[in-house]
């Protein structure tokens, strides 16, 4: 994929699917990449919903559960994606940043022995499912769940991310609910945001990056679930560990904590369930 007159060009030389949206103003230049979920049933629905004036909310981007793209607007076009909204200092954030909606439904409520989207009444199945606490959640809340998002869709995020910072300069990757905390909860904790930032962002060959695992989690002899835990798996939550590299969600890192009498561990975790430390 390349961008060519801020629009997104497919493989094989043809614009990806364009749909205008009026939800948009005047021109900017972007400095930030902001993630969001559509809290929708469908893609297609999200889709709808962003060109239909009456929304008066809309994204430059929406990336479907199987990873198709349809762009809403030129990236250097105002789109309102971000509402009320404030980062380092400065507010509005429509006027200076790039908006991705992956299809997602983001929270989910526990009925019965169901799943439920409490937007779109659709059940989801507990493989769809991460259980877990919001990052600004105060301490001793519950809880929640929510959809998980598809392979497919962040790896095609991602490829689109890479693009838009290297076409734009981008400062940062944010979620709309590092600029509207507390009004926003997405993309949410099932988002991988250490991960995706980190692959979007880089960091130079001298800098080690430190996480610490958010849930028990194993440690592998490689990237999948098809490779051996090693010993002292599973890590508990809150082990220091340091990213040596990735492949797509999987990161290898070395324990920087000593766990269950074993020290100078190394091997492969999987992202969703690592966090920045402070």
């Given at each position: 994929m390349k961008i060519q007159n801020h629009r997104l060009i497919a493989d094989d030389g043809t614009p990806v699917r364009y749909v205008?949206?009026?939800?948009?103003?005047?021109?900017?230049?972007?400095?930030?990449?902001?993630?969001?979920?559509?809290?929708?049933?469908?893609?297609?629905?999200?889709?709808?919903?962003?060109?239909?004036?009456?929304?008066?909310?809309?994204?430059?981007?929406?990336?479907?559960?199987?990873?198709?793209?349809t762009q809403l607007a030129p990236f250097n076009r105002v789109t309102w994606h971000a509402g009320k909204s404030e980062w380092e200092g400065r507010s509005g954030l429509n006027g200076f940043s790039i908006g991705i909606e992956l299809d997602n439904a983001g929270k989910l409520e526990r009925v019965g022995n169901r799943w439920i989207s409490?937007?779109?009444?659709?059940?989801?199945?507990?493989d769809d499912v991460l259980v877990a606490n919001h990052?600004?959640?105060?301490?001793?809340?519950?809880?929640?769940?929510?959809?998980?998002?598809?392979?497919?869709?962040?790896?095609?995020?991602?490829?689109?991310?890479?693009?838009?910072?290297?076409?734009?300069a981008l400062k940062d990757v944010l979620g709309h609910e590092d600029i509207a905390p507390g009004r926003k909860a997405d993309p949410g904790?099932?988002?991988?945001?250490?991960?995706?930032?980190?692959r979007l962002m880089g960091r130079a060959d001298d800098e080690v990056d430190h996480y610490v695992t958010t849930s028990a989690l194993n440690v592998r002899a490689g990237p999948g679930t098809e490779f051996a835990a090693l010993p002292?798996?599973?890590?508990?939550?809150?082990?220091?560990?340091?990213?040596?590299?990735?492949?797509?969600?999987?990161?290898?890192?070395?324990?920087?904590?000593?766990?269950?009498?074993?020290?100078?561990?190394?091997?492969?975790?999987?992202?969703?369930?690592?966090?920045?430390?402070?």
């Open positions: 205008e949206t009026p939800n948009k103003s005047g021109l900017m230049t972007p400095e930030y990449l902001v993630m969001h979920y559509t809290a929708g049933s469908s893609a297609e629905g999200s889709v709808s919903w962003m060109c239909n004036p009456a929304a008066k909310a809309a994204a430059h981007l929406v990336i479907g559960r199987d990873g198709s793209l409490a937007v779109s009444k659709r059940a989801y199945p507990d990052k600004h959640d105060r301490p001793g809340t519950p809880p929640i769940g929510w959809h998980e998002y598809s392979e497919a869709q962040l790896e095609v995020a991602a490829q689109v991310g890479l693009l838009l910072m290297e076409k734009y904790p099932a988002f991988p945001m250490a991960s995706f930032r980190a002292g798996s599973p890590l508990p939550a809150g082990t220091r560990v340091a990213l040596l590299e990735q492949q797509g969600l999987w990161w290898r890192v070395d324990v920087l904590d000593t766990v269950s009498g074993v020290m100078d561990l190394v091997g492969w975790c999987h992202s969703r369930y690592i966090a920045r430390g402070s």
